[in-house]
């Protein structure tokens, strides 16, 4: 009898074990603040009124019933966000077949992206929930333009027509995020493109972001220059301006572009070059980066002085030696570098350019020996046919800009040639402004942004 007892009470026990391992859970109240952030830098949360929020709980499969014989997923509860974003779920503590703890939360509003968000709990907890705009999107604009150096900050740039510029995004997507499927997510993936107009101006308007604000790379791509890049931050409701500088890239100098004074005499050994950059020396801060002088060089030439610069000894022993493939005159030269590929500091982006500074040749039997303006073809030849074409010669590295003037002085054209080398340059004048043919006109040169030399030419096309 005292075993019969003794076996009820423990019978007892596992029942009341059993009974209380699988019952039914206590009540869960899941609330919180659905709210969108246009501007995350500023950390001010903006709430989401009119939202439907919902909260979904997996179907537990039985052993007699198929995947397919009734939806997977049971509606626990629903609401709406007041004014201020805020919503309130409760999970009810008597539910069957449901898998208790995993469930999922759905967030609608036809202004903002939906979200599905999987959430783990069995106790009552908060939960804030952040909405993407759908009528948001980040507008990047800018402008395209050649003829300058990098680090030449008075230099007019000309606009480059047709240069394609893209954006590029650099994060995935936020887990749970559904978004359009246009909109391409994933890094590195072309999301828009733009082309430039006559003006060198794009425009590449509403931009889908993955979140409310994300980092992407902006391209501009032309024939015969390296593409430049850059990289920045943005974010719903703004619009980034961001513009480019392209520098062709060079295959060899000739001796039109790179002249010497041959009085001095010739040093293989060591030159002294004057630098236009922010007060490195060439040879130890590339050569220290892994990065070559040559894949910098925008183009080398002579100038008459060096009072004007910061001086870098290069050493055959150097970075120099790997751009040096010809004995060079000693003298006093000029290297235009590009600030995409100096590296000032340790954190910086060095993008490589695909071609490089060939072989230096150096015309040292014709100096020039001052700075000029002239006709490039006699008066007798075709001109319909070729043009009208100017010869400047420059006796150093210098900013050029060329303004035509009628007869009576009126402006009717100005054409900013940007940085040249020293040397020889062709002009190609193409018809200019209201200029009539065989019109006589006066073209004045500014060096430097000083009117240096005039010239009465008559124009043809």
Known sequence: MGKRNLFSKLLAAVIMISCNGFSAPSEVNISGIVYHDVYPANMVNR????????????????????????????????????????????????????????????????????????????????????????????QIKGFVGTGCSNVDTLCKLQPVEGCTVEVRATFPPVDGLLLPDDIVLYTGVIRLRAVTNKQGLYNIDSIPLSSNGE?????????????????????????????????????????????????EPADTDSLTFSLFTTGHCCCSDFWNKGVSVK????????????????????????????????????????????????????????????????????????????????????????????????LISLRQSSLITLKIYDIQGALLSEIQMGKLPAGNHKVEMKKQGNVRASEMVIVQMNVDGVSRVSKGVRLFY
Not at 63 to 86: C, F, H, K, M, W
Not at 231 to 237: A, E, G, W
């Open 47 to 138: 709430p989401v009124s009119g939202a439907e929020v919902k909260i979904w709980a997996p179907r537990l499969m039985l052993l007699n019933r198929g995947p397919d014989e009734e939806d997977q997923y049971i509606l626990l509860d629903s609401a709406v966000t007041d004014e201020n974003g805020s919503y309130s779920l409760t999970i009810p503590s008597t539910i069957e077949n449901i898998g208790y703890g995993t469930y999922s939360i759905s967030v609608t509003h036809n202004k903002f992206v939906s979200r599905i968000i999987p959430l783990n709990t069995t106790k009552d907890k908060v939960f804030d929930i952040l909405l993407v705009s759908t009528e948001a999107k980040t």
């Open 215 to 263: 980092k992407v790379y902006v391209s501009a791509l032309k024939n015969g220059y390296p593409a430049p890049l850059t990289q920045t931050s943005v974010y719903n409701k703004s619009s980034e301006e961001i513009d480019f500088n392209l520098v062709r890239e060079f295959g060899t100098y000739n001796n039109d572009t790179v002249l010497i004074d041959p009085l």
């Open 295 to 390: 894949d910098t060089i925008i183009f080398i030439s002579y100038i008459v002085s060096d009072t004007s610069c910061s001086k870098c000894d290069c050493e055959s022993a150097g970075a120099w030696e790997q751009f040096k493939s010809a004995p060079i005159p000693a003298g006093h030269y000029a290297i235009y570098t590009s600030e995409v590929n100096y590296c000032p500091g340790e954190a910086c982006h060095v993008e490589i350019m695909s071609k490089q500074v060939g072989e230096i040749t150096i015309d040292a039997a014709s100096p020039i020996k001052q700075t000029v303006i002239r006709k490039n073809l006699p008066e007798t030849a075709s001109l319909k046919t070729l043009g009208s074409n100017l």
